[in-house]
């Protein structure tokens, strides 16, 4: 992982110098394509285990030619060590498999002597094969026995360079040799689901209500799932870590003739620090014709059908900061009111009320036209790329998880006009975890090719959960809640297509973890335009809810990423936090190439908030505080720049483009302290800015500037925006 300020390892061709001809890398291919033609019944049965595995190298020529590189399917792409003995290279095969061969497609530079190994456990190794005499090109060799691990373990080099794998392919059986788990399963005791008929819904609303409405940092997690039908009366309160859905298709199969509320009673009508809920999949009818949602950061509100207003302030109208709407439809007028900023995408409105600081809108009907910086709208006509979250639905008697399918130029619901597109996956093709279960269970569970469905609860992990299945969904309900023990990742996922995280929050744990969330292995370059990995609805908190540590919370490696709705928290309130107490560094690191991301909240870390070193990033929308909590100048010098920007795009970014970015300070500690610029970004004219604002809190802390060196200095304790329209 670079450091601040320094640019990632990002994909290079390999040197012209060594690079072999077109004509001998064609030879050499079709080599290894006649090689791995099975040639009787018993290895047409075999799998190509390692493409796309975790893979780890003692050494690297260099950062452009990392261990992935051999193990991603491309034969342009390679692995390449330093220049010495011995050297190797390993896969992960994720679980223990029965071996039957591997091929190794040499660069110019090769191996004469070396080993296949094997091992369970990544540290005991047994020899399977052995070469003494390779000359290069291909090589083909057989194996035998079983192992998760199996490495390419160099000798003695055929040249006075290193080795370097165009590609190193592990052939095998995907039978585990372990027992196999099964699939699907009841829900556990904190899913609670009903129909019209049931008995007791609004009595256990209310009972899960006054245990999770000022429950911030407790361990209740729950969800309500409504199977199609009609409810009349309801009021739906909810609170912390409540979640609250439809099990139809579209919003309209389930209809509640009532309200979906959330209010802010239990902090004396401030809104503020309403995170951590959500509703999706329902048609309301709301008893006085206008819905109250009074939320901010980690809230979502997906797949509504709101027959009526919706009212996005507390009562008496207190304070509120932002949230998020996704593929629904209100009837009558959204009412912002006190919501200092707001992001809806790909919907239908029927009006909008005032603007505050920062109201974004995407492929949305009836939203109000760009009028940025007075009123604050910013308006794109449709969303570049968008697929919404996965849902849970009841169909033939029985749950399947719907995976909505892709769509690009994005405007209105996916669902107003019929049947949304996408696949039903049976709850059988998951495997139900929950409270108890460990990392490695679950990490087996994706390797005999289920799917993730978490149940409301805590979970410690004391490895990595890793998903390096390609088109793996893994899915929360309750908001789900990991923590990584021991300084470990809670989840990576592999260089592979269409994975689909959502719906879950990630927890901090005590000892430092260097990343929380990686998608992709450093390195990674394979294009998964056709069907990208998604991140929705996934939040990440260091602190708050104990002392928590990270170096930096989520690193995107992969091309073609769309985070969709994040809240990335290091906390300013709660148990375990102080300066160095909840020490986080850096919140967002985008390294891949073609990352959208719509609907990005991430704030007060130490250094950068966000930082873009791939090409072409695009960002829509973008919430941020500075740390709160400097304890002096000093603290956030940043070489001669004064404090850290909260969203940075690295020098070396040729083309970049973001709507709708506000960054606010807050320095109670030492409102003395000055920031140079909200966000800092090259002078280019492929990278482009539209909608800029910082604000300062009060007066307590100001910026010199919003973006550069441009735009006005905020001043005095009025919390007037500074505005830049368009950058550069």
């Not at 899915?475 to 996922?493: E, F, R």
Request: net charge negative.
């Amino acid at each position: 992982m670079p450091s601040a300020g320094s640019p990632p390892a990002r994909r290079r061709s390999a040197s012209a110098l060594r690079r072999p001809t077109a004509g001998a890398l064609a030879a050499a291919l079709a080599g290894t394509l006649l090689a791995v033609l099975p040639t009787t019944a018993a290895q047409a049965a075999e799998t190509l285990l390692s493409q796309g595995r975790t893979a780890t190298a003692s050494t690297l020529e260099g950062a452009v030619f990392p261990a992935s590189a051999a193990v991603d399917g491309d034969f342009g792409t390679r692995w390449s060590s330093q220049w010495a003995d011995p050297q190797w290279l390993q896969v992960d095969l994720g679980a223990s498999r029965q071996l039957s061969r591997a091929v190794l497609t040499w660069e110019a530079a090769y191996g004469r002597s070396y080993e296949i190994q094997a091992s369970d456990d990544g540290t005991s190794w047994r020899t399977v094969t052995a070469v003494t005499a390779g000359d290069g090109g291909t090589d083909e060799v057989t194996l035998s026995g079983t192992g998760r691990y199996v490495r390419m373990n160099g000798l003695a080099r055929g040249t006075g360079y290193g080795y370097s794998l165009w590609e190193f392919q592990v052939y095998g059986s995907t039978d585990s040799t372990g027992p196999q788990l099964p699939g699907g399963g009841d829900l556990g005791p904190n899913v609670h689901v009903f129909d019209p008929s049931t008995p007791g819904l609004q009595a256990k609303l209310d009972a899960v209500f006054q245990q999770q409405e000022s429950a911030q940092f407790g361990a209740g997690r729950h969800a309500f799932l409504l199977k199609p039908g009609t409810y009349n009366g309801l009021n739906a309160q909810l609170g912390f870590y409540t979640q609250i859905a439809g099990l139809g298709v579209r919003p309209d199969d389930t209809t509640i003739n009532g309200d979906v509320t959330v209010d802010a009673g239990w902090f004396n009508g401030n809104a503020t620090q309403n995170f951590w809920r959500g509703a999706e999949g329902l048609a309301l009818n709301p008893v006085n014709g206008t819905d109250r949602w009074a939320v901010s950061q980690a809230s979502s509100f997906r797949r509504m059908h709101v027959k009526g207003g919706l009212n996005l302030a507390p009562n008496g109208y207190g304070w509120a900061s932002g949230g998020y709407i996704a593929d629904s439809k209100i009837d009558g007028q959204i009412g912002n009111y006190s919501q200092q900023q707001w992001y809806t995408r790909d919907s239908s409105i029927g009006g909008w009320s005032n603007s505050v600081w920062n109201q974004v809108f995407s492929g949305t009907e009836g939203a109000p036209a760009t009028a940025f910086p007075e009123p604050r709208y910013t308006t794109l006509d449709t969303t570049p790329i968008s697929r919404e979250k996965p849902y849970l639905i009841w169909e033939d008697n029985q749950y399947k998880v719907f995976s909505p399918a892709k769509r690009t130029n994005a405007r209105g619901t996916t669902w107003a006009n019929g049947t949304p597109q996408g696949e039903k996956i049976p709850l059988t093709q998951f495997y139900v975890v929950k409270p108890g279960t460990t990392a490695a269970t679950m990490n087996q569970a994706v390797q005999q090719g289920l799917h993730l469905l978490f149940t409301p609860g805590v979970y410690h992990v004391d490895r990595p959960i890793e998903i390096n299945r390609a088109g793996t969904v893994v899915l929360g309900l309750g908001l789900a809640t990991i923590i990584p023990d021991n300084g470990v990742a809670a989840m990576k996922v592999a260089d592979v297509d269409g994975v689909r995280l959502a719906g879950f929050l990630v927890d901090a744990g005590p000892v430092n973890s260097p990343v929380l969330l990686e998608i992709g292995p450093q390195g990674s370059g394979a294009d998964h335009a056709a069907n990208p990995t998604t991140v929705q609805d996934v939040y990440i908190r260091i602190g708050g809810a104990g002392p928590g540590k990270a170096t930096t919370s989520m690193v995107v490696n992969s091309d073609d990423v769309i985070v969709d709705h994040t809240w990335v928290w290091r906390a300013d309130h709660g148990e375990g936090v102080g300066w160095e107490t909840n020490r986080a560094d850096y919140g967002v690191r985008v390294n891949g190439d073609d990352v959208l991301a719509t609907g990005l909240f991430v704030e007060h870390f130490n250094k950068y908030d966000v930082e873009w070193y791939g090409e072409r990033g695009r960002t829509i929308f973008f919430q941020n505080e500075k740390a709160y909590d400097a304890p002096n100048q000093a603290a956030i010098q940043n070489g001669t720049t004064k404090g850290y920007a909260a969203y940075r795009v690295d020098d070396s970014v040729n083309t970049h483009e973001g709507w709708g970015l506000g960054s606010y300070c807050y320095y109670n500690v030492d409102p003395t302290i000055r920031q140079d610029h909200g966000f800092k970004a090259p002078v280019k004219p492929g990278v482009r800015f539209h909608s800029l604002l910082t604000v300062s809190l009060g007066g307590n802390g100001q910026f010199n500037h919003v973006i550069n060196d441009v735009g006005a200095p905020t001043e005095g304790t009025s919390t007037i925006p500074s505005t830049v329209v368009h950058f550069p």
